[in-house]
């Protein structure tokens, strides 16, 4: 005879399901589970919950399994899954709504060079208006791999620079101060 493993009651926690749809503006309860995101999106092979059962964990309310997985972070919000969605949930929106939960709980990612790419490009849009991809590319680059990274580059960013893909001046932005509302704002509703 063999012996039948018994798996725990799963109770949902509906208090996270509704942080997020508050946050998101997504109706997760509205997903029946059709796989149609998940057989669409591209990256599904590398994701540790696939999006179909990240928004099932999300119904059930396991915020920890959620948060710490690295399906959050290898999303590559391309909207693939949105866009299949008979219901109409934006799921990439989804998932920066977790990032950003994940982020403002202080929970480690899963991904850890995800995030800092996120901030040094963020961070480069706050600083000048634009994407400098010198600047965030050296930021990101620097705090992923220290010292050791820069001179990684020093190469790949001389063969960039003499077939004129990088500039050494980043050019400016007329609408700065409008950029620089935008991020108050959204520091506000933090």
Known sequence: MTAVEVLPNLEPQSSFRQKVESLSGESISACFQCMKCTNGCPLASYMDITPHKLMREIQFGLKDEVLKSRTIWICASCETCSTRCPN???????????????????????????????????????????????????????????????????????????????????????????????????????
């Not at 949930?89 to 998932?95: D, K, L, R, T």
């Not at 901030?119 to 600047?135: D, Q």
């Open 88 to 190: 109409g949930i934006q799921i990439a929106h989804v998932m920066d709504t977790l990032r950003q939960i994940g982020y403002e709980e202080n929970i480690e990612a899963a991904q850890r060079s995800v995030p800092l790419l996120h901030k040094a490009f963020l961070g480069s849009i706050k600083k000048r208006g634009r994407v400098y991809e010198g600047e965030m590319i050296l930021a990101y680059t620097f705090k992923n791999e220290s010292w050791a990274g820069l001179f990684k580059l020093v190469n790949f960013g001389l063969t960039m620079f003499k077939k004129g893909k990088v500039k050494i001046i980043p050019s400016g932005v007329k609408a700065k101060s409008d950029i620089k509302q935008l991020y108050k704002a959204s520091e506000l509703k933090g």
